[in-house]
């Protein structure tokens, strides 16, 4: 399993957010040298399918982030059949529960010792307050996340995937134990995009994140190589 980051090095995961594989390709060998991990996600997997986990795997090692929601049986067997294509990282829904959480881990073990690390999520960022009502979730959002985040570390995950606003709450409840995986990052002076609640890397970092996840703001840039050495280095600063 992947180890955590101590150093700038390693700490960036860059959003190969893409529907081609040609795209993908092109971006990883321009980014690959900077980045921890690639991330790829439901966009290219679902359009290109597991052989563009070889293509990334080639210039990075790879976050997965399928976000994995079903019966245990069911997801075991997924994180089974994902196995042979080695990714370094692989999403789950906490909301899933214990047992599916607990599967997917017992799952990834089948690996050895380079297994994928097992993230949960816990409340998707797109929820607000009225949406987690509409879903039978009374509570505030903060209370939700860390009651899930809660249940999946004891249930096996290796760590979360969190909002900038919910990595300081998650390290104050639940300690060093998670290894914690933040998007939402938007180095100083960039575009917001869709995101409404940022924080830059340095920031986040700082919180508790143990990795940025960063898409647009490197992949749309006129120089995507340039852009990912720059978030690494104000990292070192
Ligand atoms: O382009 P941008 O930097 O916003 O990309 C962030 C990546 O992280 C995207 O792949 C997005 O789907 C993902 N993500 C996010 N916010 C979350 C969870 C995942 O932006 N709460």
Redo the contacts with the bound molecule.
Sequence with gaps: MLSRPTGPEGRLIV?I?TPTLARAEALAAQVGPFAGLL?L?L?LFCAEGPPALGVLKARAPVFL?VKLHDIPNTVAGAVGSLLARRPDMLTIHAGGGPAMVAAARKAAEAAGPARPMILA?TV???MDEAALRATGVPDAAEKQVLRLARMAMESGADGL???PREVAAIRAGLGDAPGLVV????PAGSAA???SRTATPAEAVAAGADWI????????AADPAGAARAIVASLAR
Excluded at 183 to 186: L, V
Excluded at 213 to 220: H, N
């Design positions: 959003a957010d991330k996600g966009e982030d999520v998707l960022t797109s995937v969190c909002s998007p939402g990052i938007r995009d869709d995101q996840v960063v898409g647009r703001p490197i992949t749309g």
